[in-house]
């Protein structure tokens, strides 16, 4: 309780928001017009932004995003830019709060007049300012927000490249029920739609309808996880899935732990990260964790050459979210080469003509004009020692 | 010798009536000189905010009237800021009448000031806190588990207000809005000011114990605080949902409860100007911080702020405002 | 009832005793300063989190070895607990809630700052016997739950004690019933504040570390931590001692038990239903803030 909005306010769903998109405005691009006004395009220049958290529990993965896409811009410009033009990238603070990003993202559309949206992280925060971008008709390119609600025709200007969590859980329980032929499984989730679409990827991933899932919901902040894990260890089920904060995550593992429950476990792509394994590691030994983006140590040669090229950029080593940052500019940049001109409709008609545009970073991309979800793959890897080792690479639900 | 003052004493409150009426009658030309010259001059973006420091403005007067006036410390604000956009937000979805909501915001704004007010009647210092911040939390809670109708804490859409031309999330159209409440705020809580009512609010403030021996009804002054500071602030959240157009519970929690009060402090409790200042801090500052690339210290400037002000500046920003035209007008002298 | 159900029941009774132990040393914290400065601190839990982020970054961070690091959190959260009376409370004007307000200013400022000065990710910090399990009965009892627990009570006898068996808990209650009197008999008041409230500090950094060993550091951990004891607090009354010690247990636990039964959105609507209840039930004399100065 207390101040726990603060500390996170991981996702809900909202019919309304669907229900408002409906009525906002057209749906999809009427093709590619070189003689549109669009804002944000000078003679030297073209204006992208973005927000992602800076400040708050989830600037971590704000502020890595963030320098990634802004290592890969400086690139881009020492380069010479787009078709001439220099990106000038703006990139502001949402809190990771549906309300600060509100705020933010009229700034960048109303005040700073951008000309697409490049990239975001957080799905509660981005989630919160696609009626604006849908209403302003403005292009948004590959945030990370998982969700359900987004990557379909229903928000076309959203070009999505974050696996929903239906999918993601759907193929991590699939790998766990053919790996290891589980049979009772519980989840602990965040309350609303992130922890629904992981109980429903569950249930997919499952297969079979006479092997139920129990799903706990978690609200953010509780000071003792020792009533929840008690619940947990009476369901004793051989794998418990979580889908919650970082924090949450090994705080009730560890409390889990000292109560001598210790299922196999298996969360979302959160865990992936080396701030979470220093922290909590030692609980979370053996946890199959989803990839979303590629191992740092890959042998790909585009993983190799992006690390090469980040480090070269900023004299330090990526992390997995200035991976992600580095990608969705990428991807930006890839759509305004390909564009036609600089103006919106042509950037959306260029989005929708890319197909399996390979990254190193993300499964292989591919839009279209009714297609707005671009990646529908994951890969898993698992916690062992002090680090991540890859057991399944980038594999899409059949 | 003796006849110069005596004519001059004479004089003089005339010479200050009159000069207050010129000063009264120059600030009303500025403001609306600057009213006009906001949309005319400034940008979309600055016109946005500028009704967002209208609308927080209504929102403080309302927490004025019962922390300033009443004394009643209020950790709930923000929930009756809630209750009003929240009314707007769901009378798209649930069919509710444009012209049937200032009428039930103004009843549910009255219903929540008393469920509030009632439990909290025999409490003060700390319980009287931690109790209005429960109900906030209850109401955080209520938006948190009613995923279906509110969309939780992703918040909703609001659908903007339609009237022929007129749409509330309209640039122009959201700064008339906005001016109309806060004129209307502003003035009643003038009128409060000089009436009975507002009288017996401070006496309350400054003692229960005198007031009750002079026939003050003091439970009765103490929710009628709560009610008239819901009602300002369920309106002002009913304006807020129409011209931001998004809802989420964030805006209506524990921290904007405290950013109220520091609104109100920080202006000068129990004044008007200082409600305006105030809101003007709290709306405008972060922007200022944002800005100039560093939206993370403007919590650090606002805790310090808070500290100082009331250590250093108990009257706030009114307060030092008259301290500085009196140490002009002494050195004047 | 099924063994199996026996043992979860003891386990959950356990987890939320030993919080409670916890809220018991922080309330005994903010009891002894609103006996001697009729104040409320909001920052209360704040003051034990940047002493505990502070050893942590010390000794994870910056390679410290751990005892320098501990000692020298201590030293920030009794340093934080003594300036907040000197440089704050002690200014503060005679006005209704300016103590709760201040506090909110001093809160948001600490959590600001120890972010910016910390970081934003939680961190797993030292284990405090967390890592200590034995096994009776299928209750599985952990060293750091039993550790709270009797400290919790350790800290509500020896607070007991201290208040009514020394001649140090008779110049405390001396110097809150009338500091000027106390200080005519020579006593010295404000030095005693400054104590209790340096005091105050150390149970919150003893109880910020154990919570942290239970959860983990960041700057927000503590802060609904906090609340609850406020709230217990409120509903045993600042002015006594037994009715709030005893209220920061049976609060740990009916949280606990709510949380287990109904699940985790219960615990605010469990809370609120209690107080609204108490309010609406107890005498309204037990509500009285005898020794409030305010009016």
């Given at each position: 309780?207390?101040?726990r909005?603060?500390?996170?306010?991981?996702?809900t769903?909202?019919?309304?928001?669907?229900a408002?998109l409906?009525?906002?405005?057209p749906a999809?691009?009427?093709?590619?017009?070189?003689?549109?006004?669009?804002?944000?395009?000078?003679a030297?220049?073209?204006?992208?932004g973005a927000?992602?958290?800076?400040?708050?529990?989830?600037a971590?993965?704000?502020?890595?995003?963030?320098?990634?896409?802004?290592?890969?811009?400086?690139?881009?410009?020492?380069a010479?830019?787009?078709h001439?033009?220099?990106?000038?990238f703006?990139?502001l603070?949402?809190e990771?709060?549906?309300?600060?990003?509100?705020r933010?993202?009229r700034?960048l559309?109303?005040?700073?007049?951008?000309?697409?949206?490049?990239?975001?992280?957080?799905?509660?925060?981005f989630?919160?300012?696609?009626?604006?971008?849908?209403?302003?008709?403005?292009?948004?390119?590959?945030p990370?927000a998982?969700?359900?609600?987004?990557?379909?025709?229903?928000?076309?200007?959203?070009?999505?490249?974050?696996?929903?969590?239906?999918?993601?859980f759907?193929?991590?329980?699939?790998?766990v029920?053919?790996?290891?032929?589980?049979?009772?499984?519980?989840?602990?989730?965040?309350?609303g739609?992130?922890?629904?679409?992981?109980?429903?990827?569950?249930?997919?991933?499952i297969g079979n309808?006479s092997?139920?899932?129990?799903y706990?919901p978690?609200?953010p902040?509780?000071?003792?996880?020792?009533?929840?894990?008690?619940?947990l260890?009476?369901?004793?089920?051989?794998?418990?899935?979580?889908?919650?904060?970082?924090?949450?995550?090994?705080?009730?593992?560890?409390?889990?732990?000292?109560?001598?429950?210790?299922?196999?476990?298996?969360?979302?792509a959160g865990?992936?990260?080396?701030?979470?394994?220093?922290?909590?590691?030692?609980?979370s030994?053996?946890m199959?964790?989803?990839?979303?983006?590629?191992?740092l140590?890959?042998?790909?040669?585009l993983?190799?050459?992006?690390v090469?090229q980040?480090?070269?950029?900023?004299?330090?080593?990526?992390?997995?979210?200035?991976?992600l940052?580095?990608?969705?500019?990428?991807l930006?940049?890839?759509a305004?080469?390909?564009?036609?001109?600089?103006?919106?409709?042509c950037?959306?008609?260029?989005?929708?003509?890319?197909?399996d545009?390979?990254?190193?970073?993300?499964?292989?991309?591919t839009?279209?004009?009714?297609?707005r979800?671009?990646?529908?793959?994951?890969?898993?890897?698992?916690?062992?020692?002090g680090?991540?080792?890859?057991?399944?690479?980038?594999?899409a639900?059949? | 010798?003796?006849?110069?003052?005596?004519?001059a004493v004479?004089h003089?409150?005339?010479?200050?009536?009159?000069?207050r009426?010129?000063?009264?009658?120059?600030?009303?030309v500025?403001?609306?000189?600057?009213?006009?010259?906001?949309?005319?001059?400034?940008?979309?973006?600055?016109?946005?905010?500028?009704?967002?420091?209208?609308?927080?403005?209504?929102a403080?007067?309302?927490?004025?009237?019962?922390?300033?006036r009443?004394?009643?410390?209020?950790?709930?604000?923000?929930?009756f800021?809630?209750?009003?956009?929240?009314?707007?937000?769901?009378?798209?979805?649930?069919?509710?009448?444009l012209w049937?909501?200032p009428?039930?915001?103004?009843?549910?704004?009255?219903?929540?000031g008393?469920i509030?007010?009632v439990?909290?009647l025999?409490?003060?210092?700390?319980?009287l806190?931690l109790?209005?911040?429960?109900?906030?939390e209850?109401?955080d809670?209520?938006?948190d588990h009613?995923?279906a109708?509110?969309?939780?804490?992703?918040?909703?859409?609001?659908a903007?207000?339609?009237?022929?031309?007129?749409?509330?999330?309209?640039t122009?159209?959201?700064?008339?809005?906005?001016?109309i409440?806060?004129?209307?705020?502003?003035?009643?809580?003038?009128?409060l000011?000089?009436?009975?009512l507002?009288?017996?609010?401070?006496?309350?403030r400054d003692?229960?114990?005198a007031?009750?021996?002079?026939?003050?009804p003091?439970?009765h002054?103490?929710?009628?605080?709560?009610?008239l500071?819901?009602?300002?602030?369920?309106?002002?959240?009913w304006?807020?949902?129409y011209?931001?157009?998004?809802?989420s519970?964030?805006?209506?929690?524990?921290?904007?409860?405290?950013?109220?009060?520091v609104?109100?402090?920080?202006?000068?409790?129990?004044?008007?100007?200082?409600?305006?200042?105030?809101?003007?801090y709290?709306?405008?500052?972060?922007?200022?911080?944002?800005?100039?690339g560093?939206?993370?210290l403007f919590?650090?400037?606002?805790?310090?702020?808070?500290?100082?002000?009331?250590?250093?500046?108990?009257?706030?920003?009114v307060?030092?405002?008259a301290?500085?035209?009196?140490?002009?007008?002494l050195?004047?002298? | 009832?099924p063994?199996?159900?026996?043992a979860?029941?003891?386990?959950?009774?356990?987890?939320?005793?030993?919080?409670?132990?916890?809220?018991a040393?922080?309330?005994l914290?903010?009891?002894?300063?609103?006996?001697?400065?009729?104040?409320?601190?909001?920052?209360?839990?704040?003051?034990g989190?940047?002493?505990?982020?502070?050893?942590?970054f010390?000794?994870?961070?910056?390679?410290?070895?751990v005892v320098?690091?501990?000692?020298?959190?201590?030293?920030?959260?009794?340093?934080?607990?003594?300036?907040?009376?000197?440089l704050?409370?002690?200014?503060?004007?005679a006005?209704?809630?300016?103590?709760?307000?201040?506090?909110?200013?001093?809160?948001?400022?600490?959590?600001s700052?120890?972010?910016?000065?910390?970081?934003?990710?939680?961190?797993?910090?030292?284990?405090?016997?967390?890592?200590w399990?034995?096994?009776?009965?299928?209750?599985?009892?952990?060293a750091?739950?039993?550790?709270?627990?009797?400290?919790?009570?350790?800290v509500t006898?020896g607070?007991?004690?201290?208040?009514?068996?020394?001649?140090l808990?008779?110049?405390?209650?001396a110097?809150?019933?009338?500091?000027?009197?106390?200080?005519?008999?020579?006593?010295n008041?404000?030095?005693?504040r400054?104590?209790?409230?340096?005091?105050?500090?150390?149970?919150?950094?003893?109880?910020?570390s154990?919570f942290?060993?239970?959860?983990?550091v960041?700057a927000?951990?503590?802060?609904?931590?906090?609340?609850?004891?406020?709230?217990?607090?409120?509903i045993?009354?600042?002015?006594?001692?037994w009715?709030?010690?005893?209220?920061?247990f049976?609060?740990?636990?009916?949280?606990?038990?709510?949380?287990y039964?109904f699940?985790?959105?219960a615990g605010?609507?469990?809370?609120f239903?209690?107080?609204?209840?108490?309010?609406?039930?107890?005498?309204?004399?037990y509500?009285?803030?005898?020794?409030?100065?305010?009016?």
């Amino acid at each position: 309780m207390g101040f726990r909005s603060v500390l996170t306010c991981f996702g809900t769903g909202s019919l309304m928001v669907l229900a408002m998109l409906a009525v906002a405005g057209p749906a999809g691009a009427a093709g590619c017009n070189p003689n549109e006004k669009s804002p944000g395009v000078t003679a030297t220049t073209v204006r992208l932004g973005a927000t992602m958290p800076l400040t708050g529990s989830a600037a971590a993965g704000g502020l890595g995003a963030g320098a990634g896409a802004k290592a890969y811009y400086a690139m881009v410009n020492a380069a010479g830019g787009v078709h001439g033009h220099k990106i000038d990238f703006t990139l502001l603070d949402d809190e990771y709060s549906p309300a600060a990003a509100e705020r933010q993202m009229r700034v960048l559309i109303e005040r700073d007049h951008v000309f697409a949206i490049a990239g975001g992280e957080g799905t509660p925060n981005f989630l919160a300012v696609v009626p604006l971008i849908e209403r302003e008709g403005v292009p948004a390119i590959g945030p990370y927000a998982p969700s359900s609600e987004l990557g379909t025709m229903k928000t076309p200007h959203v070009f999505m490249t974050a696996v929903n969590y239906i999918t993601e859980f759907a193929i991590m329980t699939r790998y766990v029920r053919e790996s290891d032929y589980a049979r009772s499984f519980s989840l602990v989730g965040v309350q609303g739609n992130v922890g629904d679409d992981a109980k429903a990827g569950m249930e997919q991933g499952i297969g079979n309808p006479s092997i139920k899932v129990d799903y706990i919901p978690e609200i953010p902040g509780t000071p003792d996880f020792t009533p929840i894990a008690t619940q947990l260890r009476r369901e004793n089920a051989e794998w418990t899935f979580l889908i919650l904060t970082n924090t949450d995550t090994g705080e009730l593992l560890e409390a889990m732990h000292r109560i001598g429950y210790n299922p196999r476990t298996a969360a979302w792509a959160g865990m992936n990260d080396p701030g979470y394994i220093k922290a909590f590691g030692p609980v979370s030994q053996d946890m199959i964790v989803a990839e979303e983006t590629a191992a740092l140590d890959s042998s790909d040669p585009l993983v190799q050459q992006f690390v090469t090229q980040f480090t070269k950029e900023t004299e330090r080593a990526p992390g997995k979210f200035e991976e992600l940052g580095w990608v969705q500019a990428e991807l930006v940049v890839k759509a305004l080469q390909d564009a036609k001109a600089l103006t919106r409709s042509c950037l959306m008609d260029s989005l929708e003509q890319i197909r399996d545009f390979k990254t190193g970073l993300l499964p292989p991309i591919t839009f279209g004009p009714d297609r707005r979800q671009g990646v529908n793959a994951v890969g898993l890897v698992q916690i062992k020692g002090g680090k991540v080792v890859e057991i399944v690479p980038f594999r899409a639900l059949d | 010798m003796r006849l110069v003052p005596d004519l001059a004493v004479p004089h003089r409150p005339f010479q200050r009536a009159a000069g207050r009426r010129h000063g009264a009658l120059f600030s009303a030309v500025a403001l609306t000189a600057a009213w006009l010259a906001i949309p005319v001059l400034l940008g979309q973006y600055e016109v946005f905010i500028a009704a967002q420091v209208m609308i927080y403005a209504v929102a403080t007067l309302g927490l004025d009237i019962v922390y300033g006036r009443a004394g009643q410390l209020s950790l709930a604000h923000a929930s009756f800021f809630g209750l009003g956009a929240y009314t707007a937000a769901l009378s798209g979805p649930l069919g509710i009448p444009l012209w049937v909501q200032p009428e039930l915001v103004v009843l549910l704004a009255i219903a929540g000031g008393i469920i509030v007010a009632v439990p909290t009647l025999r409490l003060s210092g700390l319980r009287l806190a931690l109790v209005t911040l429960l109900f906030g939390e209850l109401f955080d809670w209520a938006i948190d588990h009613s995923l279906a109708l509110t969309g939780g804490s992703q918040g909703m859409t609001v659908a903007p207000m339609t009237i022929g031309p007129f749409n509330s999330q309209g640039t122009v159209d959201a700064y008339l809005l906005a001016s109309i409440i806060a004129l209307g705020a502003t003035l009643l809580t003038r009128q409060l000011a000089r009436s009975q009512l507002g009288r017996r609010m401070l006496a309350v403030r400054d003692s229960e114990l005198a007031s009750a021996s002079l026939g003050v009804p003091i439970v009765h002054t103490k929710i009628t605080a709560f009610i008239l500071s819901a009602v300002f602030a369920g309106a002002a959240g009913w304006v807020y949902a129409y011209v931001v157009g998004f809802v989420s519970p964030t805006t209506f929690n524990l921290f904007a409860s405290v950013y109220f009060l520091v609104a109100v402090i920080l202006g000068g409790a129990g004044r008007i100007t200082g409600a305006w200042l105030g809101s003007a801090y709290i709306v405008l500052v972060p922007e200022v911080f944002n800005l100039v690339g560093y939206p993370n210290l403007f919590p650090v400037l606002g805790g310090g702020v808070l500290i100082a002000i009331a250590l250093f500046l108990p009257g706030g920003l009114v307060e030092g405002a008259a301290l500085i035209r009196a140490q002009l007008g002494l050195h004047r002298r | 009832m099924p063994a199996a159900a026996l043992a979860d029941a003891a386990q959950v009774t356990l987890s939320g005793l030993a919080t409670g132990g916890l809220y018991a040393v922080l309330m005994l914290g903010v009891i002894l300063v609103f006996q001697v400065s009729k104040n409320i601190n909001f920052a209360y839990g704040q003051t034990g989190m940047v002493g505990v982020f502070l050893s942590y970054f010390l000794y994870a961070v910056a390679g410290i070895p751990v005892v320098a690091a501990l000692l020298a959190g201590l030293a920030l959260a009794l340093l934080v607990a003594s300036l907040t009376d000197r440089l704050i409370i002690r200014n503060i004007p005679a006005r209704e809630g300016f103590d709760l307000v201040v506090t909110l200013g001093e809160l948001l400022l600490l959590t600001s700052l120890a972010q910016l000065a910390f970081g934003t990710n939680a961190q797993s910090y030292l284990k405090l016997l967390t890592n200590w399990t034995t096994v009776r009965g299928g209750v599985f009892i952990n060293a750091n739950d039993i550790l709270c627990l009797l400290l919790g009570i350790a800290v509500t006898l020896g607070g007991h004690i201290v208040l009514t068996r020394t001649s140090l808990g008779t110049s405390l209650r001396a110097s809150a019933a009338d500091a000027a009197i106390a200080k005519s008999a020579g006593i010295n008041v404000l030095g005693l504040r400054t104590a209790v409230w340096t005091v105050s500090g150390l149970l919150a950094w003893v109880a910020a570390s154990l919570f942290a060993a239970r959860l983990s550091v960041n700057a927000f951990y503590m802060t609904p931590i906090v609340i609850n004891v406020f709230i217990a607090g409120m509903i045993g009354g600042l002015d006594r001692y037994w009715p709030p010690m005893i209220a920061a247990f049976t609060i740990a636990l009916y949280q606990s038990w709510a949380i287990y039964l109904f699940g985790e959105a219960a615990g605010t609507p469990a809370v609120f239903i209690l107080v609204i209840l108490l309010l609406s039930l107890v005498p309204k004399r037990y509500l009285e803030e005898r020794h409030e100065a305010r009016a």
